[in-house]
């Protein structure tokens, strides 16, 4: 079973500080996801990255795929009470499933 | 609004029962997948259907069965309930399978008691 890991588990920083949050795992995958999940709701996708190396930017948020598809990175800039949510990664494995990652918990502060 | 609906919100039942959960996907997606999120975990796939065929299967437990009718919602349902079965169940849609973007409800928090 492909696992993804994800770290800081929590992360609880003042409004506009950097934070950046670590999607790995030993196993290739052919796409990745990151979605964020709000209290009460269900996850929204933030974005799909594919290629190998591929950089990505939302406004403040940049993710980056890993050269060898392995790992991912999401990178907030100046984050805002807005942003506080859990931020999830998901990868595509080799049996079609998405899998998803254990979860990064952020609180920002004002 | 993903457009996926989940009913019901909230359910609390005691052990032993059986229950239903349910999900209409969004207008032209023909996957359905169901997902259980605890408290100390992350989501945890159960089993996907596609077009009314079960696609692919999780860690889903012998106690639940899913089903996607010809209208494209789908069911789940748990029988023999355990207090560990109290979780958020969440449904999402997507056009095909595969890596596609997933759209989710707003889930069915469970509770047993």
């Known amino acids: ?6 770290s800081p588990q929590f992360l609880s920083i003042q409004e506009g500080e950097n934070l950046t949050v670590y999607c790995n795992s030993s196993s290739v995958f052919s796409s990745l996801q990151w979605y964020r999940q709000e209290p009460g709701e269900g996850p929204v996708l933030l974005v799909t990255v594919v290629t190998g190396g591929e950089v990505k930017k939302l406004k403040r948020l940049t993710f980056q795929f890993g050269d060898a598809r392995k790992d991912s990175s999401l990178h907030i800039t100046a984050a805002q009470p807005g942003d506080t949510g859990l931020y999830l990664c998901a990868g595509e494995d080799n049996t079609d499933k998405l899998i998803f990652g254990t979860g990064t918990r952020l609180q920002v502060f004002p | 609004d993903s457009g996926v609906t989940q009913t019901p919100k909230h359910l609390i039942t005691a052990t032993g029962q059986r229950v239903t959960l349910r999900c209409s996907p969004r207008s032209g997606d023909l996957s359905v997948y169901w997902y259980q999120q605890s408290l100390d975990q992350g989501l945890q796939f159960l089993i996907q259907y596609y077009n009314g065929e079960e696609r692919a299967k999780g860690n889903i437990l012998e106690r639940f ?10 069911e789940l349902n748990l029988s023999s309930l355990e207090l560990g079965d109290s979780a958020l169940y969440f449904c999402a849609s997507s056009v095909g399978g595969g890596g596609s973007p997933l759209h989710f409800g707003n889930g069915t928090r469970l509770t047993v008691t």
Do not use: K, R, V, Y
């Open chain 1, 1 to 6: 079973t492909q696992l993804l890991e994800q």
């Open chain 2, 65 to 74: 069965s899913a089903q996607q009718f010809p209208d494209l919602h789908s």
